[in-house]
């Protein structure tokens, strides 16, 4: 009865055996049939890596602005934006969320509210027609000093509501910027010399920071500036 009862249990053991084998293989003939049916495609949908080498496709804007956008995205967590339901066509840039272009380049960029996350990436700069750029709302926490090269043409500049702690020193080269809206950020005092300086601001929203005095440099824009608003800081009187 032993020998028997032994058998039984080996016998059990080998079907056992056998038939997770051909569950093993059962999954891996479905994994390679999904695969082949259905393949991954980075570029079909904006989450996922998008590779600049399409940029070399259209002839729409230049390649180098072309890049900088994908750069945007690419770096920035773009896969979790709020407004997701655009495809990559880069026959079409121009009608990308968030992009207007005229005259065949970016001069405008509305990326506000996008959860776009980390450092704005130094190829910015290849975006130099740019009037205006919005990114606020999202959580980007550093500027690139790269945004001088927008010195140009960049006359409304929104970061407001980010986790930004400082502004580059080449800020202030910004010679035509008009509007600068840095709300609801943690700059301190120190960042109001660079904003101060900058030399045709007109409207400057500075609530909701860290600063606590006004420094001499004020009176370099006093002259241009028609809206100016530091409340909720902890400036003394």
């Known amino acids: ?47 996922g890596y998008i590779s600049p080498e399409q940029c070399s496709s259209t002839s729409e804007i230049r390649r180098a602005e072309c890049e900088a956008l994908v750069d945007i995205y690419n770096s920035m967590n773009w896969s979790s ?32 509210e996008n959860n776009l996350q980390g450092e704005l990436p130094q190829s910015i700069w290849s975006l130099e027609y740019l009037d205006t750029l919005d990114i606020g709302n999202n959580a980007i926490t550093r500027i690139p000093y790269t945004i001088w090269k927008l010195n140009k043409y960049l006359t409304k500049f929104y970061i407001h509501d980010n986790l930004l702690r400082e502004l580059p020193t080449e800020l202030n080269t910004l010679s035509v910027l008009e509007i600068l809206d840095a709300s609801h950020n943690q700059l301190d005092s120190n960042q ?21 005095d006004i420094p001499k440099e004020y009176s370099a824009i006093a002259d241009t500036l028609q809206q100016l608003d530091l409340s909720y800081n902890q400036i003394k009187d």
Not at 14 to 29: C, D, K, P, S
Not at 192 to 212: A, G, T
Request: hydrophobic share 45%; net charge positive; proline share 3%.
């Open 1 to 47: 009865c032993k020998h028997v009862a032994s058998h039984k249990k080996h016998y059990m053991l080998w079907i056992f055996g056998w038939f997770a084998v051909i569950r093993l293989i059962l999954l891996i003939v479905w994994i390679l049939w999904w695969t082949y049916h259905f393949p991954y495609n980075a570029t079909a949908q904006w989450p």
């Open 81 to 112: 934006r709020t407004h997701n339901d655009n495809r990559w066509d880069f026959s079409r840039i121009c009608s990308w969320y968030g992009v207007q272009c005229e005259k065949s380049t970016v001069r405008n960029i509305f990326l506000s």
């Open 192 to 212: 109001l010399q660079i904003i101060f300086s900058l030399p045709s601001i007109r409207i400057l929203s500075l609530s909701h920071n860290l600063l606590r």
